[in-house]
């Protein structure tokens, strides 16, 4: 039985309970890193509000088979979901036309009407102007949820159109909690949902770093840990890698450091033997927090690599390691 991530449960409920006390607004903008799971959350939301049966919002689940809910995969008419077409590609004036002729259709069920944009950042000028239009006019028992990572990505006529919520973010307790699942290979959901906090596995399909690389980045971050190495220099043997394989790999080595400090093992990793020892001692050594802190320096500095044609990707690794040299630093 699927449902959604812990730390979505309270929003899940004070929106039922808008609709309940008919609170319900008409558009939303939901603001959160990627992997939080966001997207996933909101097609359960949509479903569960759509969802024909009587059944009570806490116990409601992804199997009511009623007949709004028997759709909901195969393609209910009151859901709709705009997202671009391939990853890294633009939402289309030609796909907010679809959410503008979706809406001017009846409901199906005689209820509400939904429609999800994910991505909402990937809109270009014309597609926002076109949503703009539908939000400044939103039909009756329309629902619109826009999703996106940064609210200064989405144009203020939008955004200013939207009540706006910050996504909820896991505590370490419910990431350990998930992680412990994992290891049970049970756990509830796609493993790309949550790339940020809760998958250590993400690596698994797309990423496959040699033994080199990793004994490379491990290396090095042993050495600026202890404060051996500069971190601008260190950086600069990684200005010709690929910035998806440096960001990533870094990503997967600092989930592990995570994992090790609750006492799980490397064995999904493969490294050389020296590897595998800088990396216990790094594990045993570091405040608890350093690495969670490297997980989200390296978030920030790839989203912004990515989205400012300012950032050169030797400054984001320089950043990376500077702020990692200030987090490990042992007060002596
Ligand atoms: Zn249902």
Not at 81 to 101: D, Y
């Amino acid at each position: 039985m699927n449902r959604i991530y812990p730390w979505f449960e309270d929003l899940y409920h004070k929106i039922h309970l808008y609709k309940e006390n008919e609170k319900l607004g008409h558009a939303y903008l939901i603001l959160g890193h990627e992997g939080l799971g966001t997207s996933h959350f909101c097609l359960f939301l949509a479903q569960s509000l759509l969802c024909q049966s009587e059944n009570k919002s806490s116990t409601w689940d992804e199997t009511c088979q009623c007949q709004s809910c028997g759709i909901f995969k195969s393609g209910n008419p009151d859901f709709l979901l705009v997202e671009p077409r391939e990853e890294g590609k633009q939402i289309t004036i030609e796909q907010i036309r679809k959410v503008s002729h979706f809406f001017s259709l009846k409901s199906h069920y005689e209820g509400q009407k939904i429609c999800v944009v994910n991505s909402a950042e990937s809109m270009n000028t014309n597609a926002s102007n076109a949503l703009l239009k539908i939000l400044e006019e939103p039909p009756k028992n329309a629902l619109i949820i826009l999703l996106g990572q940064s609210v200064g990505l989405i144009a203020p006529t939008v955004r200013s159109r939207c009540q706006i919520i910050k996504a909820p973010e896991p505590s370490e307790d419910e990431i350990m909690a998930l992680w412990s699942q994992n290891e049970k290979n049970s756990f509830p959901l796609e493993p790309r949902d949550i790339s940020y906090y809760g998958n250590s596995f993400i690596g698994r399909d797309q990423l496959k770093p040699s033994i080199k690389e990793l004994d490379s980045l491990i290396e090095d971050l042993h050495a600026l840990a202890m404060e051996e190495r500069c971190p601008i220099s260190s950086a600069k043997k990684y200005s010709n890698w690929k910035s998806s394989e440096f960001f990533n790999s870094l990503e997967l080595l600092g989930r592990h450091l995570i994992l090790m400090s609750y006492g799980h093992g490397l064995r999904r990793l493969q490294l050389s033997t020296l590897a595998k020892e800088n990396f216990s001692i790094l594990s045993q050594a570091l405040p608890s927090d350093s690495a969670f802190k490297l997980i989200a320096s390296i978030n920030l500095q790839r989203n912004l690599f990515r989205r400012s044609p300012g950032v050169r990707f030797l400054d984001a690794i320089e950043t990376i390691f500077v702020q990692w040299v200030t987090k490990t630093r042992r007060s002596s």
